[in-house]
């Protein structure tokens, strides 16, 4: 008899749709398992106002197939000029579950975050106040620190200076890298949560630099060294509601991918699952995974957690298409240099 597993539905609370022709290519890769997500606002032009996240969200649905469920959560682009009336308005609506912070430059189409803290405090006392989450991209661009140290010290100069400045402020590290970030993590009450993503608990920097350089395994924040991936696996796995899945899903065309100045991102929402129930196992943490996927991030949130289950069964290799053809080219699928035994039914 084959083994199976069944989960809540998941969801994936930190995951990137884009618009257009990519948009209606990838929407049904998430849709297929995940049953919400937070998506995230770095588009082109970003979406900073409450109306562009409301009609975003009508082009997310469009572009969904027929017969497809899915309920896009979503979120405002943090700049120096966001209003906070407007921001509580979207809150108020029920259309926008949390605010984005990236630090100006610190990853892709990131050039309207913020560069000066104290032009953001407007806003971030009236998030506290009605209890709307910001997301961070926690890492520091200042030129003089290591990028494989920058998410160390943006909690340090950033994150933990401006979380002391706005009690109440509920807060979401996002895609956490370092065992810096899970430690810091780990000793914080209910208003911080930290997501992590798939790709940070399968690969270190030797995938993308060691035997040749591997675009597609180049994505922001960089991958660190094994130390830190086994943190990272220790804490997805521990079943802590401190963590939970946020994909970070993020597709760009090979195209661009491999240029002399690639694109950052790695596009995992076709094989996540079935990535995520091998690492559960690896680490005799199955009966953990629901918490990961499926229960932590609603309770973060204070959403109700989904009714419906999905079932994955293991058994022979899981076959899934190496690349998802899109009309701007072929985006290449995580490969995760294993075979893959849990399949989704
Ligand atoms: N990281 N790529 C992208 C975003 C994320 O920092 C992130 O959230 C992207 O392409 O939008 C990436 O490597
Ligand atoms: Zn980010
Ligand atoms: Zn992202």
């Known amino acids: 008899m084959s083994e199976t597993l069944t989960l809540r539905r998941p969801d994936d609370w930190h995951l990137h749709l884009r618009d257009g022709a990519m948009l209606r290519a990838v929407l049904p890769e998430t849709a297929r398992h995940f049953a919400r997500a937070i998506v995230m606002p770095n588009l082109v032009p970003p979406v900073v106002t409450g109306a562009q996240a409301a009609a975003y969200r009508d082009r997310i649905l469009a572009a969904l197939p027929e017969g497809m469920a899915f309920e896009p959560l979503m979120t405002l682009y943090l700049t120096e000029d966001t209003d906070p009336a407007d921001v509580a308005a979207a809150h108020a609506s029920g ?12 990853t892709t189409n990131s050039a309207s975050g913020v560069k000066t803290f104290e032009n953001v405090r407007g806003v971030l006392e009236k998030m506290a106040e009605i209890g709307l989450p910001l997301c961070v991209h926690g890492e520091v661009v200042d030129s003089d ?8 010290v943006f909690i340090d100069r950033v994150l933990d200076p ?21 430690d810091y993590a780990s000793a ?4 911080l949560g930290a997501t992590i993503t798939t790709h940070h608990l399968v690969i270190n920097r030797n995938h993308i630099l060691a035997g040749g350089i591997k675009p597609h395994y180049y994505c922001l924040p960089v991958a660190k060294r094994e130390t830190h991936r086994l943190a990272l696996r220790k804490a997805a796995t521990s079943g802590s509601k401190r963590f939970f899945l946020g994909t970070d ?13 690639g694109c950052a991102g790695c596009f995992t929402a076709t094989n996540t699952l079935s990535i995520l129930a091998q690492v559960f196992e690896e680490d005799s943490a199955l ?7 499926s229960l932590n991030g609603p309770a973060f949130y204070g959403l109700p957690v989904n009714d ?25 699928v995580f490969d995760p240099l294993t075979e893959l035994h849990w399949k989704v039914d």
């Open 287 to 293: 009966d953990r995974l629901e918490a990961f996927t």
């Open 188 to 191: 914080q009450g209910d208003d």
């Open 145 to 152: 620190v290591d990028i494989f140290d920058r998410e160390a």
């Open 95 to 106: 259309l926008v579950k949390a605010v984005k912070l990236y630090p100006a430059g610190a």
């Open 249 to 261: 899903s993020a597709p760009h065309t090979d195209a661009n991918k491999l240029l002399p100045c």
């Open 308 to 332: 419906e289950t999905i079932t994955l069964s293991k058994g022979a290799a899981v076959t899934y298409p190496s690349q998802i053809e899109t009309e701007d080219g072929p985006v290449t």
């Open 162 to 182: 401006v979380r002391r400045a706005t009690p109440g402020l509920r807060v979401v590290m996002e895609h956490i890298t370092t065992s810096d970030a899970v």
